[in-house]
């Protein structure tokens, strides 16, 4: 076999594998069989080394004038097999020019790529290190909580051990007071009796007392008649001296009797002076008896107060037996929540310990991806620099090349220019679509009227359009638009919000009702089970944020101690917001939390926090935008919901290259909403 088959045959095999490589790799397919066919020509050149019309095509050649003209000049010659040739060779110089084009701009997307990659490694290295290090420090907190709830357990058993003295030195006292009370009702017994007795003697004085007035009156009626008898034998003795003799003996009857009579005077004298003497005698014992039964009736309602106290102490003591009880129950409850929580912490000091060193692993596997991106950027700028020097080497031929169309998308905001929820969205639609070769631009709303949005299709319509990306307003009247879009071929993908009644091939966002679920438990959680809410929206009427609310009112009828006293509605100024607000707040009286499930609540609080105390008061934001994350950190939010919006428009891009690699594309996607809050907004803002 000849060198020149040999060389024919290598070639050949060249180009069997180069249309293997086109099916996976068409690049490298196309420039192995670019080189394969360069090949070709130079051995056919050197083989017609010696015929003048090669000498020609070799000048075209060296020339690097491929175009039209030359080709006519070769037919002119009648020399179709050099025609050929270089019919061949220009079009393998036109796709070798053109691979190189693509490789240049896929190059350039490589390197942008990772340099974004390795600008995410590096945070998420960042990321991750802080992770390892908040998962070392609760490793190491979980076990001090570990000790401390053994502690915890030791003083548990002290509280039960003085639960059981203070129950023996309540049973002492409850005896104590059984046998106080036993005394204290056989005194008052006592002082019943005595209290009768006192009565009676106090009865039998008084009746004494009346016998010495009788007495008394008797002596009266002795003394007086004393008196007159002592007059009659003075009256005697007068007339027995007017008689004589005669009288004499009557005389001296008389004078017997005045004696008598003056010895009953002087008797009936000495017991009225007696009897004055015993009057006064009783009249003081009656004092005493008196004063002695006053003082006994202090004593005995004394008696009477300390045996009520006693029956209120034996009521309190009771008492305390039965809180003593409870507190027993509730202690052995503790008790056995205290076991329970030191195997909970066990399970959670054990867990942290292999989440700190599964952090780790992942911090170094952060760190060994951040290198492997800084690699593939060096060796991505290194290609750059061999391509460059191939695109040198056959720059000087000049071919006729092919116009290519680049797919244009158009992405349609509902909110303004530069408005913080959809900066982010659309930056990183911008590079997607740059990555992947279309044509990217985006419009903004101004006016917030429902038939911006079509008209802004319309236009972008009109200047050549192949898909829409679109955060609808309203759905109603974009629907049939959206459908008569489709009919021309114009495919629509929404996000943020959706119009399933429509032709759109697929929706991006968040399942809202169950973020406006996650909210109404953030705001249980804040609030402590109960409290008094109002809720805020930009549009409550529009399809995503009706579905928030349902979820928020849904969870939130489970906690009747929680009031939505206010609801806000249909301003897209935040100024005017704050201002209706206010009114909002002074209507239903004040509130305790107010929620926003849009974006814009957080720049809305800050605005509110700059003219009113809101000390007392709660404020929860939707979104992690970045005045709702300052909003955090300066303590005007408590928290925020947050979607992952940012990924919406990159997301949207991708299956549109999907769709034009003839690949099948879901036709929802649903993410899943996180929470923000001042524990975690340092990890968030990296």
């Not at 076990?143 to 709830?149: A, H």
């Not at 979607?643 to 929802?668: S, T, W, Y």
């Amino acid at each position: 076999m000849t060198s020149i088959k040999k060389q024919l045959l290598a070639l050949f095999f060249i180009l069997i594998v180069a249309l293997i490589l086109q099916l996976f790799y068409p690049i490298a397919g196309n420039i192995l069989s670019s080189l394969g066919i360069i090949g070709v020509i130079l051995i056919y050149l050197l083989q017609s080394r010696k015929q003048d019309h090669s000498k020609i095509l070799a000048e075209f050649i060296k020339e690097g004038d491929l175009q039209d003209q030359n080709k006519k000049n070769l037919e002119s010659m009648n020399n179709p097999h050099l025609s050929y040739i270089l019919d061949v060779f220009t079009k393998t110089i036109r796709d070798f020019q053109e691979s190189i084009e693509e490789i240049q701009k896929l190059t350039d997307v490589v390197i942008d790529t990772a340099s974004d990659s390795t600008k995410q490694s590096n945070l998420m290295a960042e990321v991750n290190l802080t992770v390892s290090q908040g998962a070392q420090q609760q490793a190491e907190d979980a076990e001090k909580g570990s000790k401390m709830t053994t502690e915890l357990a030791t003083r548990f058993q002290n509280v039960l051990q003085a639960v059981d003295t203070m129950q023996n030195r309540i049973n002492i006292l409850q005896k104590l007071t059984e046998q106080g009370n036993l005394s204290l009702e056989k005194t008052i017994e006592s002082g019943n009796s005595t209290k009768e007795e006192i009565n009676q003697v106090f009865e039998t004085i008084e009746l004494l007392k009346d016998s010495l007035s009788q007495i008394n009156t008797i002596t009266a009626v002795i003394t007086d008649i004393a008196s007159q008898t002592n007059l009659l034998s003075l009256n005697a003795q007068i007339e027995a001296a007017r008689a004589g003799e005669a009288g004499r003996g009557f005389s001296v009857v008389s004078s017997e009797i005045r004696k008598l009579s003056d010895q009953s005077y002087n008797s009936a004298s000495e017991i009225g002076k007696i009897l004055d003497n015993l009057k006064e005698k009783i009249n003081a014992i009656i004092q005493s008896v008196e004063s002695t039964n006053q003082k006994f009736e202090i004593q005995q309602q004394s008696f009477e107060e300390v045996n009520q106290v006693f029956d209120q102490f034996d009521t309190n003591v009771l008492d305390l037996i039965n809180d003593q009880n409870n507190i027993r129950g509730h202690m052995n409850v503790l008790n056995d929540t205290k076991d329970n929580l030191i195997d909970a912490i066990n399970s959670i000091a054990a867990i942290a310990q292999q989440s700190a060193a599964s952090t780790q692993e992942a911090a170094t596997l952060s760190m060994q991806q951040k290198q492997s991106n800084e690699i593939l950027l060096d060796l991505s700028k290194q290609l750059q620099q061999v391509v460059e020097e191939v695109e040198k080497s056959i720059h000087n031929y000049r071919v006729d090349k092919k116009t290519k169309t680049t797919k244009k998308i158009a992405f349609i905001s509902n909110l303004q220019k530069g408005h913080p929820f959809t900066e982010l969205m659309i930056e990183n639609g911008e590079k997607t679509a740059k990555k992947y070769g279309f044509h990217f631009i985006a419009k903004f709303m101004n006016r917030f009227d429902k038939s911006e949005q079509i008209q802004m299709i319309n236009d972008v319509k009109k200047e050549g359009l192949d898909y829409l990306i679109i955060i609808p307003s309203e759905q109603k009247s974009l629907a049939p638009v959206i459908d008569d879009l489709y009919r021309e071929q114009i495919k629509t993908i929404c996000v943020d919000a959706d119009i399933p009644n429509s032709k759109r091939i697929s929706f991006i966002g968040t399942d809202n009702y169950e973020a406006g679920k996650n909210l109404a438990n953030l705001i249980v959680k804040q609030l402590g089970g109960s409290g008094k809410v109002i809720l805020s929206a930009t549009n409550i009427n529009q399809e995503n944020l009706k579905l928030r609310v349902k979820g928020v009112y849904d969870v939130l009828a489970k906690y009747p101690n929680i009031k939505v006293v206010g609801e806000q509605s249909g301003f897209f100024d935040n100024q005017e917001r704050v201002k209706d607000f206010e009114k909002i707040v002074k209507t239903c009286g004040g509130f305790d939390l107010a929620a926003g499930v849009d974006s814009d609540f957080g720049t809305v609080a800050m605005l509110y926090a700059e003219k009113h105390d809101i000390s007392n008061k709660k404020f929860i934001g939707f979104d992690d935008n970045p005045v709702n994350l300052q909003a955090i950190k300066q303590g005007v939010l408590d928290a925020v919901v947050s979607q992952r919006q940012r990924l919406f428009a990159e997301l949207a891009v991708k299956k549109i290259f999907d769709l034009e690699a003839g690949k099948h594309i879901k036709e929802n996607d649903l993410l899943s909403t996180f929470i923000i809050n001042k524990t975690n907004i340092n990890a968030i803002s990296k």
